[in-house]
């Protein structure tokens, strides 16, 4: 009965490196979100993506930030070129139908030194 | 712009009270709200939801209350135990194709 999966947890990179943050939805799931998280913040949607597209990327900053979610495999966030105002919880949700019931991962925590 | 808020960032409460933690609202054309719970270092976790056409949902230990008149989401744990110590958030579904907006958090923290 696994939940949504994310990897790694940790990540650390210095600045102008690259992030990938992976995500494994829930079994049956084909819709796939991702949030960001500061500290002492609630989550801020970034981007909605069901498989091979994406839906809705109106929270993604509009450089160096990428999302897929492939026909095989887990959905990926991509940071080119980390800040460090980069550094947060990065979690990723996953739906059944698309709206709504989300289900979260445990989150990926990027630290940009 | 809308945005889903709380009204009180801190919540203390005793072993075995009821707690009660508030949300605000302001767009009036969501018809999804959900709370979460956040235990530090944890993703949020699906705790209850309500619909717009409802104004009282229970789950175990837990009562979800919507009062679309004055846009305000409330959550009610009865009996708080040590382990409902978290982080709570509320939820609403708005913008477009299903993202979530994110109020701030409560803190609620139970004394034994």
């Known amino acids: 009965n696994a939940g949504v999966m994310q990897n790694p947890r940790h990540l650390v990179r210095r600045r102008g490196q690259e992030a990938r943050l992976r995500c494994s939805p829930m079994k049956g799931h084909s819709h796939v979100y991702w949030y960001r998280q500061l500290p002492e913040e609630g989550l801020k949607f970034m981007v909605y993506l069901q498989k091979e597209n994406i839906i809705d990327e109106s929270g993604m900053p509009k450089e160096r930030f990428s999302a897929e979610f492939p026909k095989e495999g887990p959905s990926i966030l991509r940071i080119q070129q980390v800040v460090r105002g980069d550094s947060a919880a990065y979690f990723c949700?996953?739906?059944?139908?698309?709206?709504?019931?989300?289900?979260f991962g445990p989150g990926t925590r990027l630290t940009v030194l | 712009g809308e945005s889903v808020g709380l009204h009180l960032p801190t919540l203390s409460v005793q072993e075995g009270d009821n707690s009660i933690i508030n949300c605000a609202y302001s767009?009036?054309?969501?018809?999804?709200f959900i709370w979460y719970k956040q235990e530090s270092g944890k993703g949020p976790q699906f705790i209850i939801d309500i619909r717009s056409n409802m104004d009282k949902r229970q789950g175990q230990r837990v009562t979800v209350l919507l009062n679309k008149t004055v846009k305000h989401l409330s959550l009610q744990i009865a009996a708080t135990q040590p382990g409902d110590s978290a982080v709570y958030f509320c939820a609403e579904a708005g913008g477009s194709q299903g993202n979530l907006i994110f109020g701030k958090g409560t803190k609620l923290s139970v004394k034994p």
């Open positions: 949700a996953s739906s059944g139908q698309g709206l709504n019931e989300q289900f």
């Open positions: 767009n009036s054309a969501s018809d999804y």
